[in-house]
């Protein structure tokens, strides 16, 4: 999401060939699943991920995501109709360069629309083979069970860190029923912010010495072992601060710390 243009993440990233350039090497360090959406841009982002692997035999997964509308930076809406669902999905793939999206989400229920009628449409895409798995995002756990009950998803992508947990009961369900868990906002930041709150957070200075880490990587690690589905999507612009936030993945919290971490967490 962050390599769009700025403010808001609308319009092409300014510096189109350094970012094809950092997607490479995330996926030379390893990286092997994007996240983007046709909001990102909107579909600039998308975009730029079809160019970054456009040709290459074994290319990254790819997760994408329709259902919301942005015509400005601050001007963002949902919009869940069967028809617009298909058509953004058609979008996607001419901009991924792909014959069949791997994983596509709907980004926002959209209270116009029944949720039954939107989630729909994502499978009969599905059974078109125009996308593989169905996945949802920014939902309460109703309509996570409702979803369920309609057909197979993959994974749900919600907002939670550390210090914003009350998704808890959609992450244990998903964990329950082998969904995986996207967490967004991992490090708490908020729109149009240029800080992430986690990235600076003092409580977490201590903990981040002793496994000589940044408060970043101690708060993307908590994420990891908070449960076995979770996959991390942090975004970045700057190749060191991929690096860093590739080891993460790399520390290993003590349940004494893990215990730490909850109690102050909020605080």
Request: aromatic share 6%; charged share 20%.
């Amino acid at each position: 999401m962050r390599l769009c243009g700025q403010p808001g993440n609308f319009g092409p990233y300014k510096n189109w060939a350094s970012a094809i350039r950092l997607l490479r090497q995330a996926r030379d360090l390893g990286v092997n699943f994007f996240d983007t959406a046709h909001a990102y841009g909107p579909g600039w982002n998308e975009s730029l991920l079809g160019e970054a692997f456009a040709g290459e035999a074994t290319r990254p997964i790819f997760a994408t995501k329709g259902g919301v509308e942005k015509t400005a930076p601050d001007k963002v809406f949902p919009d869940g109709r069967p028809e617009q669902l298909r058509l953004r999905c058609d979008e996607s793939l001419k901009r991924l360069k792909v014959e069949r999206i791997d994983l596509y989400q709907l980004h926002r229920p959209d209270p116009a629309v029944p949720f039954e009628e939107s989630v729909g449409a994502l499978h009969d895409l599905q059974k078109e083979g125009k996308i593989h798995h169905v996945g949802l995002s920014n939902v309460s756990l109703s309509q996570l069970e409702t979803a369920t009950q309609l057909g197979s998803i993959a994974s749900v992508q919600n907002r939670y860190n550390l210090d914003e947990q009350e998704d808890d009961p959609v992450l244990n369900y998903c964990t329950q029923h082998e969904i995986a868990y996207l967490p967004w906002g991992p490090l708490a930041a908020k729109p149009f912010a240029k800080e992430a709150p986690l990235s600076s957070s003092p409580r977490l200075a201590t903990l981040a010495e002793a496994h000589q880490a940044t408060a970043s990587q101690i708060a993307l690690a908590w994420l990891l072992h908070r449960a076995p589905n979770i996959v991390l999507i942090p975004g970045t612009t700057d190749p060191e601060h991929l690096i860093e936030n590739m080891n993460a993945a790399t520390l290993k919290l003590t349940a004494n710390e893990l215990a730490q971490l909850s109690a102050t967490a909020r605080i």
